[in-house]
């Protein structure tokens, strides 16, 4: 689908101009990075208007964005599917005391493998991962360390930042323990969570104005 959606878009632009609007930063994802660089090679010229993200509006809950080190996505687990690939590189952020922002699932227009084997473009109703999910997740992977002889680069009592829909109206953020959020009702999507490094006073000052 995606495919036949960026053919569509560089055969149009090939004769007229083609705008194509993105959430978030446009250079967020590397499909849209292949945009531009197929354009290029085609010769068609690109125009990129910046927008804000999650990745600078991060920055709101007081953490520094210079401290922030590779960014993670947690995905929704299921019975038979619970990966932790994402754990590796949160234990390397936390080891040079950088903090961790981790972007949280979302499932829109997904279909039920019968659904998709039948051909019906019948979809799941959109799901999108909440803070308390997410930390939930991560104490199991901790967990899953300790069990296996490791020292778990954080722990349920570990700090963390929860935020919601950030830059609206009704942004909400929480600092609190990882086992505090699990209880934590965040509201609405779009939720994003932050497992912070070493903590400059300035830092540790404003995390504890979001304290429960």
Request: glycine share 8%; proline share 4%; net charge negative.
């Amino acid at each position: 689908m995606v495919e036949q959606a960026s053919e569509t878009i560089l055969n149009n632009a090939a004769n007229e101009d083609v705008g194509m609007l993105v959430v978030g930063d446009p250079f967020g994802a590397t499909t849209h990075a292949d945009f531009v660089l197929r354009a290029k090679q085609e010769g068609i010229p690109v125009k990129v208007i910046h927008n804000a993200s999650i990745m600078n509006a991060i920055g709101c809950c007081g953490l520094q964005l210079y401290y922030f080190g590779e960014t993670v996505s947690v995905v929704m687990w299921t019975d038979n599917w619970q990966p932790d690939s994402y754990y590796g590189r949160i234990k390397a952020n936390r080891d040079r005391g950088l903090h961790t922002l981790c972007l949280l699932d979302i499932k829109t227009k997904e279909q039920s493998v019968e659904n998709m084997m039948r051909g019906r473009s019948i979809y799941e109703p959109p799901r999108y991962m909440k803070c308390s999910e997410a930390a939930k997740q991560l104490i199991a992977i901790s967990e899953r360390m300790k069990a296996a002889g490791e020292e778990p680069a954080y722990t349920e009592d570990s700090k963390c930042v929860g935020l919601a829909r950030v830059g609206w109206d009704s942004q909400k953020i929480v600092a609190c323990t990882l086992k505090e959020m699990c209880e934590v009702d965040m509201g609405d999507p779009l939720h994003s969570l932050i497992i912070p490094g070493h903590l400059h006073p300035l830092e540790e000052d404003m995390l504890n104005t979001f304290g429960l």
